[in-house]
């Protein structure tokens, strides 16, 4: 699953050589996002949407599990001492996965996740300006507006081919 | 299904996943990014086998028909995420956000020219290379106006 946003929370840049070293990992670890959009599609078709999704998130429990029982933290607060509504993300990734299973096939994985990345620009600069969601209302400037209005842009050239 | 409401769908699907990676944000704070990883995944598996237990057709082929390297999916996903926890601390957040999606798009745009791992074909015509640029150019001016801002 690829998700911008969380990325967003990190610390702020260090100058190092490390940076340079790790830059092709990064670039590295965004192709493997397209190479796992491109997996999906094809097994949909195959397997049905669903089973697809479940192929994902199934084998991601699974590893993940292990990773945390070997080599997690083992303090932390328990999920079940958290607020209720901080544990429904969960149902929301598989609207995503189910998504690209179904899209990947008909507009390719690129202009799929340039849709994405739109939804998840749009998103954000619509909801600071009109306070959706119970937000604060920020007033949203004029770069962000334009590069709104040139991912449209983008989205309608896919559109038409 | 036409491509205009596809898209929109698809578009939709990204406002979904920012929502959700902003609640798993929240949690990652608390708990780290394994365990709210886990959760998350842990109720997506969950809640996907109860919409198929209830609502998908029988199909004639099963996952444990198809080559096995078509199920490696999650752990490219997997791999992502630890190589984000270890490397946006030291290279910053945008130019990492910036590297993801180049080679997110790089790699996109192979696949389809080529259409590897069993997708069909699209070639690379020139009005999705002026999608790329346009996309190219809003980059530019998010993180022209996320830099002011912070």
Same mark, same amino acid.
């Given at each position: 699953?690829?998700?911008?946003?969380?990325?967003?929370?990190?610390?702020?840049?260090?100058?190092?050589?490390?940076?340079?070293?790790?830059?092709?990992?990064?670039?590295?670890?965004?192709?493997?996002?397209?190479?796992?959009?491109?997996?999906?599609?094809?097994?949909?078709?195959?397997?049905?949407?669903?089973?697809?999704?479940?192929?994902?998130?199934?084998?991601?429990? @699974?590893?993940?599990?292990?990773?945390?029982?070997?080599?997690?933290?083992?303090?932390?607060?328990?999920?079940?001492?958290?607020?209720?509504?901080?544990?429904?993300?969960?149902?929301?990734?598989?609207?995503?996965?189910?998504?690209?299973?179904? @899209?990947?096939?008909?507009?390719?994985? @690129?202009?799929?996740?340039?849709?994405?990345?739109?939804?998840?620009?749009?998103?954000?600069?619509?909801?600071?300006?009109?306070?959706?969601?119970?937000?604060?209302?920020?007033?949203?400037?004029?770069?962000?507006?334009? @590069?709104?209005?040139?991912?449209?842009?983008?989205?309608?050239?896919?559109?038409?081919? | 299904?036409?491509?205009?409401?596809?898209?929109?769908?698809?578009?939709?699907?990204?406002? %979904?996943?920012?929502?959700?990676?902003?609640?798993?944000?929240?949690?990652?704070?608390?708990?780290?990014?394994?365990?709210?990883?886990?959760?998350?995944?842990? %109720?997506?598996?969950?809640?996907?086998?109860?919409?198929?237990?209830?609502?998908? &057709?029988?199909?004639?082929?099963?996952?444990?028909?198809?080559?096995?390297?078509?199920?490696?999916?999650?752990?490219?996903?997997?791999?992502?995420?630890?190589?984000?926890?270890?490397?946006? &601390?030291?290279?910053?957040?945008?130019?990492?956000?910036?590297?993801?999606?180049?080679?997110?798009?790089?790699?996109?745009?192979?696949?389809?020219?080529?259409?590897?791992?069993?997708?069909?074909?699209?070639?690379?015509?020139?009005?999705?290379?002026?999608?790329?640029?346009?996309?190219?150019?809003?980059?530019?001016?998010?993180?022209?106006?996320?830099?002011?801002?912070?």
């Amino acid at each position: 699953m690829q998700t911008l946003d969380e990325v967003s929370v990190g610390a702020p840049a260090t100058k190092s050589g490390l940076r340079l070293l790790l830059l092709p990992l990064v670039i590295l670890a965004g192709m493997g996002l397209s190479v796992e959009a491109g997996l999906l599609g094809p097994l949909g078709v195959q397997v049905g949407h669903l089973w697809a999704t479940l192929s994902i998130f199934g084998v991601g429990s @699974a590893i993940l599990f292990l990773l945390l029982l070997f080599a997690g933290p083992q303090k932390g607060p328990a999920l079940t001492d958290l607020p209720r509504w901080q544990l429904i993300g969960g149902f929301l990734g598989p609207m995503y996965v189910v998504v690209l299973t179904l @899209a990947t096939p008909h507009i390719g994985i @690129a202009m799929t996740m340039i849709a994405i990345l739109s939804g998840q620009v749009g998103k954000s600069v619509l909801i600071d300006h009109f306070g959706w969601f119970g937000a604060t209302r920020k007033k949203v400037n004029a770069e962000r507006w334009l @590069a709104l209005g040139l991912i449209v842009v983008a989205l309608v050239l896919i559109a038409r081919g | 299904m036409s491509l205009v409401i596809l898209l929109a769908v698809v578009v939709l699907a990204g406002a %979904v996943l920012s929502v959700q990676a902003a609640i798993n944000g929240r949690l990652g704070e608390s708990v780290g990014v394994l365990r709210s990883s886990l959760l998350t995944f842990v %109720v997506g598996a969950v809640s996907t086998g109860l919409l198929i237990l209830f609502f998908e &057709p029988a199909h004639a082929v099963s996952l444990l028909d198809v080559p096995k390297w078509q199920l490696t999916g999650a752990l490219f996903g997997v791999v992502y995420m630890m190589v984000m926890v270890g490397a946006v &601390p030291v290279v910053g957040t945008a130019v990492a956000t910036v590297a993801v999606i180049v080679g997110q798009l790089g790699m996109g745009m192979l696949i389809d020219n080529f259409g590897w791992l069993g997708n069909p074909a699209i070639e690379l015509s020139s009005s999705r290379i002026l999608a790329m640029v346009c996309l190219g150019l809003a980059l530019v001016f998010m993180y022209r106006s996320s830099r002011r801002v912070g």
